[in-house]
């Protein structure tokens, strides 16, 4: 069965797929690869079967070799432009007066494009700062606005759960988010609380949202009435985690504080 190597070409990028053309390529190997974009140097950062990843190989990009010591010499060499081309391309958008904020910079292994990443809060006219940009190295020139989420995910940072933002470590794209995750497993609904490095709902919350979602499934809602080994009640709330549902008890009486049972203890008796 055929390897399949997943290389990501820059340090917050995609991974890309490729059918592995040499069994001395292991994983952590520098590689210089064919993209849609150009020539790409990067990390491999799995090796697998082709069983799952097979399918996600483009026919048109392919890993050219295993880098070379000129090739890491060239890379080297890139980083380092990468920041002069930075300099120079604040230093303009200053001298052009455009409200943007350049994040980030990359330089085409081949060193056939620069790619300008900035965020902006509206729509910027840089076609003056192309043209100049483009005479000054010379290549051709990529203003690439980016979203706030893709700003957090390129700057880094640590999340408020004291790690490193999950963004700018695994995550290869961003999932939908909404409040609904929250509310289902019982979060405070504080914005404080729930936005990440970003502003925005954090990315975490779609972690275990499935689970959430199957568990809420199979538990009666608040206000439904159920049969308990206690006897008939109504359910004021749930503990998702627990499996366990929050019942008042008819023969308790109005007022009278709630009693736990699992899921398995209680059947549904449909609304009152």
Do not use: W
Request: glycine letters at 8%; a positive charge.
């Amino acid at each position: 069965m055929r390897k399949i190597l997943g290389v990501r070409f820059r340090e917050v990028g995609k991974i890309h797929y490729f059918i592995c053309p040499d069994e001395n390529i292991n994983s952590g190997d520098i590689v210089v690869g064919e993209t849609k974009r150009g020539v790409e140097c990067g990390k491999v950062m799995i090796i697998t079967d082709g069983s799952d990843f097979e399918s996600s190989v483009q026919s048109s990009e392919v890993i050219l070799r295993k880098a070379t010591e000129a090739d890491l010499k060239s890379l080297d060499e890139k980083k380092k432009e990468e920041e002069e081309a930075g300099k120079i391309c604040k230093k303009k958008i200053l001298e052009h007066k455009l409200k943007m904020k350049l994040i980030d910079v990359e330089y085409m292994f081949d060193r056939s494009k620069i790619i300008f990443y900035f965020v902006s809060e509206s729509r910027i006219d840089f076609r003056n700062l192309v043209k100049e940009l483009a005479r000054i190295f010379k290549v051709r020139i990529e203003l690439r606005q980016v979203g706030i989420r893709d700003e957090a995910k390129i700057l880094g940072g640590l999340g408020s759960c004291g790690e490193t933002l999950c963004c700018s470590t695994f995550l290869n794209d961003f999932q939908p988010v909404s409040i609904k995750m929250a509310k289902d497993q019982g979060m405070s609904l504080s914005p404080s609380k729930l936005s990440g490095a970003c502003g925005r709902l954090m990315c975490c919350l779609k972690y275990e949202q499935d689970v959430y979602r199957d568990i809420l499934n199979k538990m009666p809602r608040a206000g439904t009435a159920v049969l308990t080994p206690e006897g008939r009640g109504t359910v004021t709330g749930q503990n998702v985690i627990a499996e366990e549902v929050k019942v008042a008890l008819d023969a308790e009486g109005e007022g009278a504080p709630y009693k736990l049972f699992k899921l398995g203890e209680v059947k549904s008796l449909g609304n009152k």
